[in-house]
């Protein structure tokens, strides 16, 4: 039995033991690849700093990184920063995903909707959205609001794309079959567009929760009273060089966290749909 033979229900077979073995020792090598590079580059950035005797304000060295990370850390001071733009974040992505699912299904389900809004949805969206930050800091102030704004805005229109073209691409054939069958609006929707659509809801939530970090850093940098792009403008005013690096490792960490999470929301989302365990689907964003 091959790893791609199905059950009678249409099901993949259950792995043989030596597939789960042969399984782990291939992602036990790609982990090894992946950390093997990674030391690799430090200890070449940590060589070449030293020996090209390059000031810490302009390219510091991974061990001064390090005990900027650690300082930082030890003091509670990041923590603090932290707790403030993730929380932002995280609204962010939560109302934008949300507003654009909903608008997208709308658009996608009523023509006179699409007719209506949807052409100044798209001028909305042609504009920078990093021009807009600082309106944002004008209308709602240095507080967390306009860094939830900033955010929501990023994550909504991937998701209001994605969705408009997930439940199109739902099967012509399939829809007049369940309308021929007596299906309302409502279950054809639900039964079929909807369940079409997952795999690019999906894949722009994954889009989503990283323009989300980028929509609170960018709010915090044109004003704000806490946040790591804050502590990034002060560490920059000091020409602290390892602070700001140590800044954006864990910033880069906080944004690989949140897209591993969503990665694994979307294989239990889409148990069923066995391409999108192993790669996206194409989407329009």
Known sequence: MTAIDRRQDGRPAAASPGQHRSRASEKARDIAVT???LVLTVGTWEVLVRALHLPDYVVPAPSQIAMALKRGLASGLYQRHLGVTVYAALMGFAIGSVVGIVLGAVIASFRFAELIVYPYVIMFKSMP???????FT???GLGIASKIVSSSILCFFPLLVNTIAGLRSADEDRISLMRSMGA?????????RFPSALPYIMAGLELAV?????????AEFVGAHAGLGTLIQIQNANMDGPGQFSVLILLSVVG???NVIVRRLKKWVLHWDVSAQG???NTQI
């Open 35 to 37: 950390l093997g590079f």
């Open 129 to 135: 959205k990093v021009a807009l930050a600082p309106l």
């Open 138 to 140: 004008l209308w709602f």
């Open 184 to 192: 309302s609006k409502f279950q054809i929707f639900w039964y079929l």
């Open 210 to 218: 990283v323009l989300a970090l980028i929509g609170t850093i960018v």
């Open 256 to 258: 690989l966290t949140m």
């Open 279 to 281: 790669s996206d689907p």
